[in-house]
């Protein structure tokens, strides 16, 4: 009713972060993401993931309000697979809306020895040259399997619709449902390396 009485009655402009747009979970967060439409919008919230070689999801972050730009979490994913293996990724790689100017010199600075993001916006030839590079190219084919695992979570473990309550109810979802992914990756390697194994002493 207050939200009403704003847009209708005061004629003012609700920021997104402030709308209710769920009686039943008013936690949830108007998400423009620049797809066409109709999924221009989406209601729900953004999940940052980062996985390392291999397939395996070793952090995650809900994003609980709020829609910020991307390359917010650049830095704190760093941050945390700095904790998990005491050094900095040998390739960092991610979508262009993950660049910044601050984001590549601080991932120089941690240790990242090859910045494999995107730069948006036109390009000079420097920087056409260096993305055009084996290293480069080979980061962003890394990026793309990301893309396409993310997919697959999303049907495997069902995480594209979220049954339980609440916030907290929100990221146990996530959460069970990363570690799943992560069994199954586990489970597919073991097998493989199984059937590897059984091949060669035939």
Request: net charge positive.
């Amino acid at each position: 009713m207050v939200q009403t009485e704003r847009r209708v009655w005061h004629g003012e402009s609700v920021p997104a972060a402030e709308k209710v747009v769920s009686l039943v979970e008013p936690h949830t967060q108007i998400i423009c993401r620049g797809k066409a439409p109709p999924h221009d919008t989406e209601f729900g919230h953004k999940v940052d993931y980062a996985e390392v070689d291999g397939g395996l999801i070793i952090a995650w972050k809900n994003i609980a309000t709020g829609n910020p730009p991307d390359e917010s979490w650049l830095l704190p994913a760093l941050c945390e697979h700095h904790r998990l293996f005491h050094r900095a990724p040998h390739v960092l790689a991610g979508d262009r809306a993950f660049f910044s100017p601050t984001n590549k010199r601080r991932a120089r600075q941690a240790g990242v020895k090859q910045f494999a993001i995107p730069q948006p916006g036109r390009l000079t030839t420097k920087q056409r040259q260096r993305e055009k590079q084996p290293w480069f190219k080979q980061g962003q084919r890394f990026r793309n399997g990301i893309e396409g695992r993310i997919s697959v979570v999303r049907r495997t473990v069902q995480l594209r619709r979220c049954p339980n309550h609440g916030l907290d109810g929100f990221e146990r979802w996530i959460g069970w449902g990363i570690v799943v992914a992560n069994l199954v990756v586990i489970a597919r390697k073991l097998h493989n390396r199984r059937r590897g194994s059984k091949r060669q002493t035939k």
